[in-house]
């Protein structure tokens, strides 16, 4: 001030005036130059304006001891454009119960206080709503780096809390399955508060009951707490039991303010036990089928069938029996258990005499057994088979194998056990049977032939030329055919 400043024409516009840093009004001059002479000073008034800006809060209702921050509240305006910097409240409630503010310096503000706080600290300004009913002025205003605006009153009231509601129906589980509770949680807030967070409870401490999971948590334990805000709720899971029965668990909601009372309800591990049926079915004797062609199993919950078992309740000797690789002829009243990946390896022979027995069947879902099915195995009669060898002639001492010469037959279908064959020719030139274990058969014996064996059996023509009668007959594992008898005929 009071100090002459010369500027040249050509550097005009780097000549600046700042208005000052508080309003008011101030005498300022300018001359001009022609290269020859001065012209007049001519005096003008420069004047430095603001306007305040404008900061309110409308009348505000909180729950008692319910926190809120200040800023939610908040409407600030500057005509000028300026930033509003700070802020200043002033409580005016002094009773003990009243609401009181908040700040990181200072946990409870007295009333009648001048309480500041920058702009860029304002969401850490927080009111706590009295500890009783009842209503008080606070105030506000902000400052635009000018200028303080006017104080704004706004009346806060701390209302009772209503406590909110959650609520879960008794609900079923299939066994093992994974459901969100998300789906059946019912809330509700008379204020129309919004729900903050939940806790759940678990009651059911059986190893086998149902649990909670979260994503830090994989196994929540009985009769734990378990916090879950309401953001994070539907990564809240629950897994059914893995085995059926029911157990009680319970609920609440926090409004921020309140918890509701615990809600308790029902959770039912339920499973549909599987179905396994075999037909009644008919076999010849000692024939062999296998079981996987004759099961039928289902389960109404679409659960895989993991093992089934066979029961066979004919106790007679030759009755129908069950075969598996690792016991060739299982005892009656006996449980059989064999896995679902193994049925095709159960088999089942029918019994060596005609009859009927009681068989059972059941399927097992990885959960529960299936009722018994019963089922009844017919053991037809058995037909005895045919065995023959037409009328054979060689020369003297000349040597046949039987086994081409055999014709063999079995209505059943039953292949051969076993041969016998009988030598009828007594005379001591006549011709004989030979095997690997006798080389010449005495006439009026038996000879056992297994049919694997058949092979192992020749025939010799007499020493002289004669007419002889031998026999033969075949088993089928159960019956032995009719002798059948043909004439050897030795000629020279």
Do not use: C
């Not at 879902?365 to 060898?389: E, M």
């Not at 001492?397 to 064959?421: K, T």
Request: charged share 15%; net charge negative; proline share 2%.
């Amino acid at each position: 001030a009071n100090t002459t400043i010369e500027v040249s024409a050509d550097d005009l516009t780097n000549v600046w005036v700042r208005g000052g840093s508080t309003t008011g009004s101030e005498t300022l001059w300018v001359r001009a130059f022609d290269g020859s002479d001065w012209g007049n000073w001519d005096s003008f008034a420069l004047t430095t304006t603001n306007s305040l800006p404008v900061v309110t809060i409308s009348d505000q209702s909180v729950h008692m001891d319910q926190w809120v921050t200040v800023n939610n509240w908040l409407t600030a305006s500057d005509a000028d454009g300026d930033a509003i910097t700070t802020y200043q409240f002033w409580d005016g409630g002094t009773a003990a119960t009243s609401a009181y503010f908040w700040t990181p310096t200072n946990s409870h503000w007295d009333a009648n206080t001048t309480i500041e706080v920058s702009a860029a600290d304002l969401a850490n300004a927080w009111i706590h709503g009295g500890s009783a009913v009842g209503s008080e002025t606070l105030w506000v205003r902000g400052f635009d780096g000018t200028a303080w605006s006017n104080w704004d009153s706004f009346t806060l009231t701390s209302t009772v809390n209503t406590a909110p509601v959650a609520t879960i129906n008794d609900q079923s589980l299939h066994v093992n399955q994974w459901t969100k509770p998300q789906g059946w949680l019912t809330t509700s807030d008379a204020e129309g508060d919004t729900i903050t967070k939940y806790q759940f409870w678990d009651g059911g401490t059986g190893a086998n009951s149902a649990y909670f999971w979260t994503a830090d948590n994989s196994h929540w334990a009985a009769n734990t707490t378990i916090d879950v805000s309401a953001s994070d709720l539907a990564n809240l899971w629950i897994q059914g039991g893995s085995t059926t029965g029911s157990e009680t668990m319970w609920v609440r909601a926090f409004d921020g303010t309140a918890w509701s009372n615990w809600d308790s309800f029902n959770l039912t591990s339920t499973n549909t036990a599987p179905t396994a049926t075999i037909n009644d079915h008919t076999l010849n004797a000692a024939q062999w089928a296998q079981l996987v062609n004759w099961t039928t199993a289902s389960d109404a919950d679409g659960d895989a069938i993991t093992k089934y078992q066979f029961w066979d309740g004919g106790t007679a000797a030759n009755s129908a029996y069950f075969w598996t690789p690792t016991n060739s002829h299982w005892a009656s009243s006996t449980a059989i258990e064999v896995s679902a990946s193994d049925l095709a390896s159960v088999w089942v022979q029918g019994g060596t005499a005609a009859g009927t027995e009681t068989m059972y069947v059941r399927a097992f879902d990885g959960t529960s057994w299936s009722s018994w099915d019963s089922f009844n195995v017919t053991t037809l009669a058995n037909h005895a088979p045919d065995a023959s060898i037409s009328n054979q002639t060689l020369h003297v001492n000349e040597w046949s194998q039987i086994g081409s010469l055999v014709s063999y037959s079995d209505v059943d279908g039953n292949p051969a056990a076993a041969y016998q064959f009988w030598d009828g020719g007594t005379g001591a030139n006549s011709g004989y049977f030979w095997t690997s274990a006798n080389s010449h058969w005495a006439a009026g014996s038996a000879i056992d032939v297994s049919a694997a064996d058949l092979d192992d059996i020749w025939m010799r023509g007499g020493a002289t030329t004669g007419t002889e009668t031998m026999y033969v007959r075949a088993y089928d594992g159960i019956d032995w055919s009719a002798w059948h008898a043909f004439t050897l005929s030795t000629i020279v």
